[in-house]
């Protein structure tokens, strides 16, 4: 991994906006559930709450029509994105529908958030595709296509992808972006 090439892929919701809170409260108004975080044990989750993944998707696009109050995931976000900076390109890659495109957007700048490009694509189990060497993301979707194509994935912490328990040489978690940026410059070293 060469530091002046080096590429990472910065996930959105879930690594930057701590999108699924605000999906919850929604969820919970809408439905008279008390489903809590911790209760988001799989990637799909949405399939035992008996709706369809347009409906999450549909709750999904109301949470980011509402980003003023969609929360970053850490304090100091922009400063430690900025700190990952220094040691590569860092482009925000995120699946998400084209229509909230504009809050995103809006949201990144609020926060501040440095970054060189941004990547949209349809799927999250189509960002192993992309070519880089770094990834920083949440989804549990990414494990394979990493491994098979050799790609470093930094697997943020969450309870949808604590199930994974493959940790090698290509797969770590991580709990916050001050320790991706210690674990890509150890990685550097070697």
Not at 67 to 93: C, F, H, Q, Y
Not at 94 to 119: C, G, N, Q, S
Not at 171 to 180: N, Q, V
């Amino acid at each position: 991994m060469s530091q002046a090439l080096l590429r990472i892929s910065l996930d959105v919701d879930g690594v930057l906006a701590d999108t699924m809170r605000l999906w919850i409260r929604l969820w919970n108004r809408r439905s008279g559930q008390k489903l809590e975080y911790e209760d988001l044990v799989e990637w799909d989750f949405w399939r035992r709450l008996g709706i369809t993944g347009e409906e999450f998707m549909e709750l999904m696009k109301m949470a980011w029509r509402m980003w003023r109050m969609l929360p970053p995931t850490e304090p100091n976000l922009s400063e430690k994105v900025a700190r990952l900076r220094t040691i590569g390109k860092v482009d925000v890659v995120t699946a998400r529908p084209r229509d909230v495109e504009k809050y995103t957007l809006l949201w990144l700048e609020v926060h501040r958030i440095p970054f060189d490009d941004i990547i949209w694509i349809r799927s999250s189990g189509m960002k192993a595709r992309l070519d880089y060497e770094v990834f920083i993301d949440d989804s549990p979707l990414l494990v394979d296509g990493c491994t098979l194509r050799t790609r470093f994935l930094l697997l943020y912490d969450r309870p949808w992808n604590r199930n994974i328990v493959y940790e090698g040489g290509l797969i770590k978690r991580i709990r916050s972006l001050d320790e991706a940026y210690q674990v890509i410059k150890e990685r550097l070293a070697r």
